[in-house]
């Protein structure tokens, strides 16, 4: 079992930066895959980011990319998502995730096995 707790949401007004952060526990050496995804409202739980445990490979959602940046810290079994130049458009709850196998869909919700908690990030215009 790998344990997800997801930190540093919050108010923040457009145009500005915000950090989540996500530490895993538990069966840790069994993650491939670290991902982030959001539901806002009345909609489906999208992907935003995601990245490689071993290798740190990254990737981004469109909507965000030149905006959000992914990173870990395998010393701290650490997944950080920077988020900078926030729109209304970015309120939801963010989701942590983490995969215990190796899918090439890291963007897909169904390739995650572990989630956190969610934190709620909202952006005033």
């Known amino acids: 079992q790998v344990q997800l707790v997801e930190s540093g949401g919050g108010l923040v007004q457009a145009g500005g930066s915000l950090r989540l952060s996500c530490a895993a526990s538990?069966?840790?050496?069994?993650?491939?895959?670290m991902g982030w995804f959001r539901q806002a409202p009345g909609t489906e739980r999208e992907f935003v980011a995601a990245?490689?445990?071993?290798?740190?490979?990254?990737y981004g959602a469109d909507s965000v990319k030149g905006r959000f940046t992914i990173s870990r810290d395998n010393t701290k079994d650490t997944v950080y998502l920077q988020m900078t130049s926030v729109k209304h458009e970015d309120t939801a709850v963010y989701y942590c995730?983490?995969?215990?196998?190796?899918?090439?869909?890291?963007?897909?919700?169904?390739?995650?096995?572990?989630w956190g908690q969610g934190t709620q990030v909202t952006v005033s215009s």
């Open positions: 995730a983490a995969a215990s196998a190796y899918y090439s869909s890291y963007y897909s919700s169904l390739t995650y096995r572990y």
């Open positions: 538990g069966r840790t050496y069994s993650i491939y895959t």
């Open positions: 990245i490689r445990w071993s290798g740190g490979s990254t």
